[in-house]
C-alpha cells in the first residue's frame, strides 16, 4: 500500500500537540481511514474462500474503508489492518465466499 501523502502533516501535527493532549482516541486530520489503521477495533473478521469466489467484485466496491484491494488475478485480498469487521463484504457476496469469524488475537 503507498505511503499517504498527509504523513509529514500527520508527524508535525502529532509532534506539536502530543504534549499538550491528554490520552484518547484522537483524530488529528480528519478524512478517510487511509492513514489511521483501524483492524485492531475488530471483533469478527472475514475468511475468504477463493474457490468460491467469482469475482464479482461487490466485496470490494461496498466496502466501506480500504481493507479490499485485488490482487494479480483479481481476487480479493483483505488487509487487517484496517479491516473494522463490518461484516458488508460477507453480506453482499453471493457466493458466500465471505464468511465472518470470531477474531481470534
Do not use: H
Not at 502529532?14 to 483501524?38: H, L
Not at 475488530?42 to 474503508?65: G, S
Not at 490482487?71 to 489492518?81: A, K
Amino acid at each position: 500500500m503507498a505511503e499517504s501523502p498527509f504523513k509529514a502533516d500527520i508527524e508535525r501535527v502529532q509532534k506539536e500537540y502530543s504534549e499538550k493532549m491528554t490520552p484518547g482516541a484522537i483524530a488529528y486530520i480528519p478524512g478517510s481511514s487511509v492513514v489511521n489503521k483501524t483492524g485492531s477495533w475488530r471483533v469478527f473478521m472475514p475468511e475468504f474462500n477463493r474457490d468460491k469466489c467469482v469475482r464479482c467484485y461487490l466485496c470490494y466496491i461496498y466496502c466501506p474503508e480500504p481493507a479490499i484491494y485485488l490482487d494479480e488475478e483479481n481476487y480479493p485480498v483483505f488487509d487487517y489492518d484496517y479491516c473494522k469487521g463490518c461484516g458488508i463484504c460477507a453480506n453482499e457476496c453471493p457466493t458466500d465466499a465471505i464468511v465472518m469469524v470470531r477474531e481470534t488475537k
